[in-house]
């Protein structure tokens, strides 16, 4: 079973920022915190990923809380090719295989 | 860069009919994975290769096989196609850096009927 807790659905207006949120209570501390997003009808793409400390990219930030028991994706300004569902997944370091246990994800809505 | 391609698009079985699902790769990824996707769901390991040759089951093995002869090619099979199986399959690849994310395909939606 999936170790993280998301939203089923949130709705956001374009141009604003998105926090979409991740609990995972039960994370250990060799667990790496993944995103990965679904646009309709395509294959998974990866977002953002990271351990301890807050993540930047070109795509999203991730705010990982001090004990790590939740973690925020964060658009800056979302726009209508942002809609799609979001996961979020731990994946232990020690796993050589890197696999992905799936949960359902937040389907995000963007207003226009 | 064509990235992971997957082959046919969408695809009609009958019951007990059995087909490959077509999964290659440009990058020289060591590691493949076979996932399927029910609706509303998400996605549910079968298969994966950590190199040419190895193969190992996922979560969900049950009426598929795989083969790994090179490191291009992943091909899934069904052998005796039931209803359960209709999903949209997604292959995924990967290189041997743990910092860098898989990679997906485009998708097979299958339908057995």
């Known amino acids: 079973d999936a170790k993280t807790t998301q939203p089923n659905s949130m709705e956001s207006n374009e141009e604003e920022p998105v926090h979409l949120p991740c609990n995972h209570s039960?994370?250990?501390?060799?667990?790496?915190i993944h995103w990965y997003r679904q646009l309709p009808s395509q294959g998974p793409e990866y977002v953002i990923h990271?351990?301890?400390?807050?993540v930047n990219n070109r795509m999203a930030s991730l705010a990982i809380a001090e004990d790590r028991k939740s973690s925020t994706l964060i658009l800056h300004r979302a726009t209508l090719r942002d809609a799609a569902v979001y996961y979020c997944?731990?994946?232990?370091?020690?796993?050589?295989?890197?696999?992905?246990?799936w949960g359902a994800g937040t389907k995000l809505i963007i207003k226009p | 860069n064509a990235g992971v391609t997957q082959t046919p698009k969408f695809r009609i079985l009958k019951i007990g009919q059995s087909m490959t699902l077509q999964c290659t790769q440009d990058?020289?990824?060591?590691?493949m994975y076979w996932y399927r996707q029910d609706p509303g769901m998400g996605l549910k390991l079968i298969y994966y290769?950590?190199?040419?040759?190895?193969?190992d089951k996922g979560e969900v093995p049950n009426g598929y096989n795989v083969s790994r002869s090179t490191t291009e090619d992943f091909p899934l099979r069904l052998e005796l196609a039931a209803p359960s199986q209709t999903s949209v399959y997604f292959c995924?690849?990967?290189?041997?850096?743990?910092?860098?994310?898989?990679?997906f395909g485009d998708g097979t939606r299958l339908s057995i009927l």
């Open positions: 995924a690849s990967k290189n041997w850096d743990p910092n860098q994310p898989q990679h």
């Open positions: 990058m020289n990824h060591n590691y």
């Open positions: 290769s950590v190199g040419a040759g190895i193969t």
């Open positions: 039960t994370i250990s501390g060799t667990d790496y």
């Open positions: 990271g351990l301890t400390s807050n």
């Open positions: 997944i731990l994946r232990d370091v020690g796993d050589s295989n890197y696999q992905l246990i």
